[in-house]
C-alpha cells in the first residue's frame, strides 16, 4: 500500500529514457544575419544547456541574443536572412540543425514549446482560442473537433482561467492581457513538453500579473518536471523562480551562476552593473546607477572583449583578447561549480 | 445583427428613393422626348405630339411623373415602353438574367484567378514571381477594358480562331468566355495585388511565428492561420467590386455585342425610354446596396472583432 502511494508521487517517467545528460545542450551556436548594411552577429558562440526540472534564466538586454538563441533552439529563425553558420543544438543527444524539417515540426509544440512575450499579437486574432489550443491535439495526436475542444476546457481550467467552458469560444481580445498570457502558457503546455521557452513572458504585463503569472508557470513546470528556460531582463522576475542565470552581452554568454551566487557575488562587471542599476529604497535620493554607453552594434562588434568600451574594469587586454568562460573559483582556488565569467579580471570582480 | 440588418434594410428605402429620382431627374433634364424620337425625322402635326404626349403625362411637371413612376414601380409595374409598347419587365427580364450570367462568370474568375495569383506572389514577396505579377496587373490596370477588349477579340478570333469575335448566344457559358475574361480582367489586376499586400504583411506577423512554433504543418499555416486573416479587405473590396462589373459589364457588352443591360439601357437611351433607364439603373442600384450589406455582415463573421449592434 505505502510503496504504491510513493511511487505515485514520484514524477512518471518522461519520453524516451535512452538519453542520460542535459535536456537541452547548445554548444557554440552561432547565428548571423546577412542584411543590405552587411552580416549582423547576433549570436558568436552561446553555450548552455538545461535539464528536465531546471529553470534557466538567460538575462541580457535588447539585442544581447538571447531570443534569437531561443529561436534557432525552437527552430522558428527566419532564414534567409539568418543562418546559422556554427554550433550545435542537442536536443537529447541529437543535434536539431541536422534534422529535416519534418522532424523538427514534430518536434516543436510536441517536445518543445515556446510562450511568446506579447499575446495578444502572438494569438492568431480571427480565431477563438479554443480552436486555437485544440489545434495542438488536432494537429499533433489526431483528435476530433469535439475532443480537441473538449482538452482545450480541461487546459484552460489548468492555467485558472474562470468559466473556462463559457469561454472556450472567446476570441483573444475578449481577455484581459494576463488571461491571455495564461492562454499562451495554457497552448505551449498543451501537449506536455519536456522543454518550454518562454520569452520575456510577463513583460507586456502589469506588476501584480506578473507574479501571478510566474507563479502559474513555476507551479506548472514543478508539476511536469519540465526544463524551462526563462529569457528576460527583469532580475526581479529572476530571483525568484530561476536556478542557473546566464548573462548574454553582444552575442555571447558573459557569465554564468546558480541564481543566488550571482546576485551576491557577480564575476563580471557587465553584471555588477547590471545589479548596480537596479533602483533601491535604501539610496532614496542617491543618483541611480547607469552602465554607460550603448550596446554595441552588431555588425560591428569592438575587438577584444564586446564590454570594453563600457567597462570600468577595461585594460589594454580587453581591447585584443577575447576572454574565454573561465571557471571561476574561490581564492584558494577551490572551484565554484556551474560558475563561469567571461573577463580577463574575474579574479579582482568578484574578490576585489 | 438581426436589429443591425434590419437598420441597414430600412435605410435602404431612401437611398433607393433618392437614386431612382435622380436619374428620373435626369432623364427628364435631356433634350428630346420619347413622342418625338417615335416620329422619327418626319414633320408632325404639333397638335398632335401635344395630344400624345397628354395622354402618356408627359406635360406634367417632373415631381407628379416621378409620383405617378414610383407608385406604378410600388405595384410591381415598371411601365411600358413608349416606343415599342412593350411592358419594361419584360425587357429587364430579357436582359438582366444574361448581365447577370456574364458578371457572375467574370466574378468568379477575379475571385480564383486574382486570389491564386495573389497567394502565389505575396508567399515569397520581392521572389521574380512577385515581381512578374506587378508587372503584368500594372499593365491591366492601365489598359482601358475596351482596348483589352479588342485586344483579345483580335488575338483569339481572328488569328487563332477559337471563338467567334461576337457572342452568338447570350445564353451560352461558352460564348460568355471571353467577354467575361475581359470584363474581369481590371478587378482581377487589383484583387491579386490586394491578395498579395496583405499575405506579404501578415506572413511576418508574431500570430504567424506562433503557428509555426506549434509545429503545424506549413498547409494549415497558410490555409488557416493566413489566409483567414489576410482575406479580410480582399473581401471588402469584392463586394463593392461586384456593383463595379455590372457597370463595366455595359461597355464589354457593346464590344462583344451581347444581348444583356448595357445593351438595353444604351438602347432606351438612344430612344429617350425614361422609365426603361430607370427601371434598370434602379436595379443595378439594388445590387450594389445588397452587395453591400452582404459583404459587411462577411466582414463580421472573417473578423469577430468586428461587432454589430
Known sequence: MTIIETTADVPAPRGDRQHEGPLLEVRDLHVEFHTRDGVTKAVNGVNYSVSAGETLAVLGESGSGKSVTAQAVMGILDMPPGRIPKGEILFRGQD???????????????????IF?????????????????????????????????????????KVKIPAAAARVGDYPHQFSGGMRQRIMIAMALALEPDLIIADEPTTALDVTVQAQVMDLLAELQAEYNMGLILITHDLGVVADVADRIAVMYAGRIVETAPVHELYQRPAHPYTRGLLDSIPRLDQKGEELYAIKGLPPNLTRIPTGCAFNPRCPKAGDVCRTDVPALHQVTEQDGTELPGRGSACHFWKETIHG | MGRYVARRLLQMIPVFIGSTFLIFAMMYALPGDPVRALMGDQAFDPAVLEAKRHELGLDLPL?????????????????????????????IAHAFPVSVRLTLFAFTFTVIVGIGLGIVAGLRPESVRDRGLL?????????????????????????????TPTVQDSESFGDLFLPAIVLGSLSLAYVARLT????????????????????????????????????????????????????????????FNVQ??????????????????????????LVYLLASLLVDLLYAVLDPRIRYA
Open chain 2, 135 to 163: 508587372g503584368l496587373t500594372l499593365v491591366l490596370i492601365s489598359m482601358p477594358s475596351f482596348v483589352l477588349g479588342y485586344l483579345m477579340q483580335y488575338l483569339f478570333a481572328f488569328q487563332l480562331g477559337l471563338t
Open chain 2, 196 to 255: 498579395r499586400t496583405s499575405i506579404a504583411e501578415n506572413l511576418r506577423a508574431d500570430y504567424m511565428r506562433t503557428a509555426v512554433a506549434k509545429g503545424l504543418p506549413r498547409r494549415r499555416i497558410v490555409g488557416v492561420h493566413l489566409m483567414r486573416n489576410s482575406l479580410v479587405p480582399v473581401v471588402t473590396f469584392l463586394g463593392t467590386d461586384i456593383g463595379n462589373l455590372m457597370a463595366g459589364a455595359i461597355v464589354t457588352e457593346g464590344i
Open chain 2, 260 to 285: 444583356g443591360v448595357g445593351d438595353a439601357i444604351y438602347e432606351a437611351l438612344f430612344r429617350r425610354e425614361g422609365a426603361t433607364v430607370v427601371g434598370i439603373a434602379s436595379l443595378i442600384v
Open chain 1, 117 to 157: 512575450q506579447d499575446a495578444l499579437s502572438s494569438l492568431n486574432p480571427v480565431l477563438s482560442v479554443g480552436y486555437q489550443l485544440g489545434e495542438m491535439f488536432r494537429v499533433h495526436e489526431g483528435l476530433s473537433k469535439k475532443e480537441a475542444k473538449a482538452k482545450a476546457i480541461e487546459l484552460m481550467d
Open chain 1, 96 to 114: 536539431m540543425l541536422r534534422m529535416s524539417a519534418e522532424e523538427r515540426r514534430a518536434l516543436r509544440g510536441r517536445k518543445i514549446a515556446m
Open chain 2, 63 to 91: 415631381w407628379q411623373q416621378y409620383v405617378n413612376y414610383f407608385t406604378g414601380l410600388l405595384q410591381g409595374d415598371f411601365g411600358t415602353e413608349i416606343g415599342s409598347g412593350r411592358p419594361i419587365s419584360e425587357i
